[in-house]
């Protein structure tokens, strides 16, 4: 019997019915390094998949227009969960998630149940996957660390000006400045995705993944995990 049948076995013997859908939460846990067997330092993103990924909702063609699955990631305690939270997630079986996400399906899927456990069947060594999250965020920003400016001359008359990102427009025609232009504003705090990131390993017993290279967030926040969408094992192969 495989790993994964045994987890399976384990999830349904627990009350919970267990899904393969190639999407998984975890929680960023920090980087590290791993030493190959040829004596490569390879550098890995440890992903924390302790809390189950559970369905609490299932959206279906014939009454949503689409097929999907409401996912609920870190489950809270019942003292936090307001009275329309608690309605909607008992038949979870949880009070309620930090973490909430909608996941969209080709086809619906017969074993994609309200209080199903998806399974991490997918995240094996050698195999790749995208990861999704939010990449830290840095506050307001000017142009020359947001869009690398090179700045203003630091001589001949700029005072407090070398960091400006000077003439942002034009006079009468067109008298406006256009869509689109590199100015100062927010940066960070936005989705970013990781494509194609090589499986180093995964502990079935503590749920530890490591991922080769780095992924968006910082330590303890929230990351989607799926399939690669342009790799997989088979064509790194070749």
Avoid at 31 to 44: A, C, F, N, W
Avoid at 69 to 94: N, T
Avoid at 141 to 164: C, E, I, N
């Amino acid at each position: 019997m495989s790993e994964n049948t045994i987890e399976n076995s384990a999830a349904v013997e627990a009350g919970k019915a267990a899904v393969s859908l190639g999407c998984i939460y975890g929680v960023k846990a920090g980087m590290t390094k791993v030493i190959s067997e040829d004596g490569r330092s390879i550098p890995v993103t440890v992903i924390n998949l302790k809390d189950d990924t559970v369905v609490t909702q299932v959206k279906t063609a014939e009454k949503d227009g689409y097929n999907g699955l409401q996912l609920g990631f870190l489950s809270k305690k019942a003292q936090r969960v307001s009275k329309p939270e608690k309605g909607h997630f008992q038949k979870a079986g949880s009070p309620g998630f930090y973490h909430v996400e909608e996941f969209r399906l080709a086809k619906a899927d017969p074993a994609a149940t309200i209080g199903a456990v998806i399974t991490p069947d997918f995240l094996t060594e050698g195999s790749f996957i995208d990861v999704q999250g939010t990449s830290k965020g840095k506050g307001f920003q000017g142009v020359v660390k947001l869009y690398h400016f090179a700045g203003q001359p630091a001589t001949h008359g700029h005072s407090v000006s070398h960091r400006s990102p000077g003439s942002i427009g034009n006079r009468a025609d067109p008298g406006r400045v256009f869509p689109g232009k590199k100015m100062a504003s927010h940066m960070g705090m936005e989705t970013k995705t990781m494509q194609s990131l090589k499986v180093i390993s995964f502990d079935q017993e503590t749920r530890v993944l490591l991922v080769e290279g780095s992924i968006p967030g910082a330590k303890s926040w929230v990351v989607r995990i799926t399939k690669a969408k342009k790799k997989s094992k088979a064509k790194a192969a070749k």
